[in-house]
């Protein structure tokens, strides 16, 4: 099955610096990834869309100037967190979805993002 | 709003008796229906999908129905093993450009020896 891959899967940094989160499709080129934020117990939220040489898409309440999201390639997209606070402390998990399908999504093993 | 519901208690069943987990959504009209499973730190794994227009899709020992008047899906388990012991999302879509997923609340199901 199609794989994704995301880096790091934890990561603890200190409140006003920037954390950057990879997500790769390993097998297969992958137009639109989605990034998703999931809290203790609760499902998962989705944060925005990341489409390829294009601008991403961002769900209402998200702050795009906070998250920042860049598909530069097919196979790999970044979520930037800038000036990390406390409350941005959470599981952050990416997915694609190979090209040719618009059905399933394969999600990446997601990132424990901790601010302290 | 759309909203999407399911077992907001823990399932607890004995190992070999079927799991029925139930995913019910308002104001939403999907094209497709999934089923994923998560572990405690990990992203979703994609169990099923079923489309509007069907009304079960079975996988091993996965089912799942779909009923879009009653705008309910159930997610059975046969001969369940505690192996089987995971959150269990749904999540629905239009379809089309994007596909964007919308996740219900979760269902955690323990599998008892």
């Known amino acids: 099955g199609a794989v994704v891959s995301q880096h790091p899967s934890w990561v603890i940094c200190k409140s006003g610096t920037s954390v950057k989160i990879e997500c790769r499709s390993l097998?297969?080129?992958?137009?639109?990834m989605f990034w998703y934020r999931q809290f203790p117990k609760q499902s998962l939220m989705l944060m925005a869309t990341?489409?390829?040489?294009?601008?991403?898409?961002?769900e209402q309440g998200v702050e795009k100037d906070k998250f920042l999201i860049n598909h530069a390639s097919l196979t790999l997209s970044t979520l930037t967190v800038t000036s990390a606070h406390p409350e941005d402390s959470s599981f952050y998990i990416c997915?694609?979805?190979?090209?040719?399908?618009?059905?399933?999504?394969?999600f990446g093993q997601g990132t424990r993002l901790t601010v302290v | 709003s759309q909203k999407i519901e399911q077992n907001s208690e823990a399932l607890n069943i004995q190992e070999g008796k079927t799991a029925t987990l139930t995913c019910n959504y308002t104001?939403?009209?999907?094209?497709?229906l999934q089923w994923y499973r998560q572990d405690p730190g990990r992203g979703p794994v994609f169990l099923l999908l079923?489309?509007?227009?069907?009304k079960e899709k079975r996988k091993e020992r996965l089912k799942v129905t779909f009923d879009t008047t009653l705008k309910q899906s159930l997610f059975h388990i046969t001969a369940s093993q505690p192996a089987d012991s995971a959150t269990y999302l749904c999540?629905?879509?239009?379809?089309?450009?994007?596909?964007?997923?919308?996740f219900g609340t979760g269902t955690q199901l323990k599998v008892e020896l």
């Open positions: 997915s694609a979805r190979p090209s040719d399908r618009d059905t399933e999504a394969f």
């Open positions: 097998d297969f080129q992958a137009t639109t």
């Open positions: 990341s489409n390829e040489g294009s601008k991403a898409t961002y």
């Open positions: 104001n939403y009209s999907p094209a497709y």
């Open positions: 079923i489309r509007e227009n069907e």
């Open positions: 999540a629905l879509s239009r379809g089309g450009g994007g596909n964007k997923l919308t």
